[in-house]
Structure formats: structure tokens, C-alpha cells
């Protein structure tokens, strides 16, 4: 089937504590991305990555890394976390949406609900 | 960047009843999808539409896209239609900006 797959789903960490959210696609989509949701602020984007060793800044990076050592994986890591980073966490893919090609849609993972206390 | 409106942003059925959902964009898109996001917190994709209708089951979709809006209806309700739906818009970056969504309770 395909998806894609985030773990954990849920957390409940301590602040400064450093996690990984990891974020898995099996189908061979250059793009993926990650987004977070907050009540009233809506779904932003987090970081992207256009393909393997190629990410970029969305629009709230602060406080997070990213890296894609490899196509399926996109990984997003909280060094030192804070309960301002509290919220529901999305993961994406899709086809590259490169210059000059049709965009594609773009597929959610099932989300991680995040607590830093 | 692109300015994503959705209308209403709360809507109260009663099971069978049909309903119209509003999204204005404020620039040429490249990309528009309608999500539904489950009581849960899980978002479902409903349609991928930059222009035109579909169609899929009692939920379709329009978008005309020179006027910078999108519809997407919902016919016959039925509870499980209950939370919020999310219009989201590509404009020329690669970065889906996401309307406030309708938060829809269907009554039994």
C-alpha cells in the first residue's frame, strides 16, 4: 500500500530533551516536507526537501533540523525541544514539483502528536 | 505569499442535508487540494483539483481557476463527514499554504 509513515505518533518529552520524528515513503516521491499545526496559526511548512541531500527552510524553521540521506526517509530532529514546539507534527511527499513539470499532489502521513513540558 | 480563505468557518448539518464549501486564493496556483481531517487528526485527501470538477462519491469538487476560487460539495451528509476540511494552494514555490479550514458537526 502506499503511504507514508511517521513514528512515534504520539510523545511526551521533557524540554531540552533532543527526539527524532521519523518519516517514511515507499513511493518514490523527490519531495517531502514537513509541516506543523497549531489552533488559530494553521498548518506551516517546516522544512522541505526537493531530493536526496537537497533540503530547504519552509516558513518556521527555528528550532529543527532536517536531513535526507536517503529517498524514503526524511527525518526531523529536535535538538533541544521547548513546549513552544508542542503541536501536531505532518509529513509529506510527492512527485518533485520542478520548474517546468505538472505539480503533483501531495500525500500526509497519519501526524505526531507532540508534548514538551 | 498566497492568501487562502475558506467559508464558513463553522457549519452545523443535520445528517442528509448538503452543504458548499468556499476557498478564495489570492494568486494563480499551481496546485489545489481539499483535505478532510478526521476527528483524529489525520488528514485525508479529498481531491487534487488546480482546475475544474471531479467528482468522487456524495463529495465533489470545482475549481475555476482564473477566478481564484474552489467548491467543494458534500451531498447527502453523514456523521462520519464530521471535522474540518482544509483547502490547501500552490503557488509558484514548493510549499502547500493551507486555508483556516470549516469545521464541519453533522447532527444524526
Redesign the interface.
Known amino acids: 500500500e502506499a503511504q507514508v509513515t511517521q513514528n512515534p505518533r504520539y510523545l511526551i518529552t521533557v524540554t531540552g530533551k533532543k527526539l527524532t520524528v521519523t518519516c517514511s515513503q515507499n513511493m518514490n516521491h523527490e519531495?517531502m516536507?514537513w509541516?506543523r499545526q497549531d489552533p488559530g496559526l494553521?498548518?506551516r511548512?517546516i522544512y522541505?526537501s526537493?531530493n536526496v541531500e537537497v533540503t530547504?527552510k519552509?516558513?518556521v524553521p527555528e528550532g529543527y533540523k532536517v536531513s535526507r540521506k536517503e529517498k524514503r526517509n526524511f527525518p526531523l530532529i529536535l535538538e533541544s525541544p521547548s513546549p513552544n514546539q508542542t503541536s501536531?507534527y505532518?509529513c509529506?511527499s510527492s512527485p518533485s514539483?520542478l520548474a517546468g513539470r505538472n505539480?503533483?499532489?501531495?500525500?500526509?502521513g497519519?501526524?505526531t502528536?507532540l508534548t514538551v513540558t | 505569499g498566497i492568501q487562502v480563505e475558506q467559508s464558513p468557518p463553522d457549519l452545523i448539518l443535520q445528517e442528509g442535508a448538503n452543504s458548499t464549501l468556499r476557498c478564495n486564493f489570492s494568486d494563480s496556483v499551481n496546485n489545489l487540494q481539499w483535505f478532510h481531517q478526521n476527528p483524529w487528526g489525520q488528514l485525508i485527501n479529498l481531491f487534487y483539483i488546480p482546475s475544474g470538477t471531479k467528482q468522487n462519491g456524495r463529495l465533489s469538487a470545482t475549481t475555476v481557476a482564473t477566478e481564484r476560487y474552489s467548491l467543494l460539495y458534500i451531498s447527502s451528509s453523514q456523521t462520519t463527514d464530521s471535522g474540518v476540511y482544509f483547502c490547501a494552494v500552490e503557488g509558484t514555490g514548493n510549499m502547500l499554504t493551507f486555508g483556516g479550514g470549516t469545521r464541519l458537526m453533522v447532527k444524526p
Open positions: 519531495y516536507s509541516y494553521g498548518l511548512q522541505y526537493m530547504d519552509g516558513d501536531l505532518f509529506a514539483p505539480y503533483y499532489e501531495q500525500y500526509f497519519p501526524g502528536r
